[in-house]
């Protein structure tokens, strides 16, 4: 028997759900994996921020938007 893995984005809960109740409809096994996968780059800069903030070091909010642009880009 051949297995496949299939990756898909969704958007939002009622795509996830509209999603599994086809799945369950087929009969096909599945698994859901809501972890997001970050880069190290992500990690570092993620663990920096939270570091700063509990020191109490914040940025304004122009600057937090041009960070996040590049953590997604």
Same mark, same amino acid.
Do not use: P
């Given at each position: 028997?051949?297995?496949?893995?299939?990756? $898909?984005? %969704? &958007?939002?809960?009622?795509? $996830?759900? /509209? *999603?599994?109740?086809?799945?369950? +409809?087929?009969?096909?096994? @599945? +698994? $859901? =994996? #809501? &972890? &997001?996968? /970050? %880069? +190290?780059?992500?990690? #570092?800069?993620? *663990?920096?921020?939270? =570091?700063?903030?509990?020191?109490? =070091? @914040?940025?304004? #909010? &122009? =600057?937090? #938007?041009?960070? /996040?642009?590049?953590? @997604?880009?």
């Amino acid at each position: 028997m051949m297995m496949s893995t299939i990756t $898909i984005h %969704t &958007e939002n809960e009622n795509q $996830i759900n /509209l *999603l599994k109740a086809l799945l369950k +409809e087929l009969k096909i096994n @599945f +698994e $859901i =994996d #809501k &972890e &997001e996968n /970050l %880069t +190290e780059w992500q990690k #570092k800069q993620l *663990l920096k921020g939270i =570091d700063e903030a509990d020191k109490g =070091d @914040f940025v304004s #909010k &122009e =600057d937090a #938007k041009e960070i /996040l642009d590049q953590c @997604f880009r």
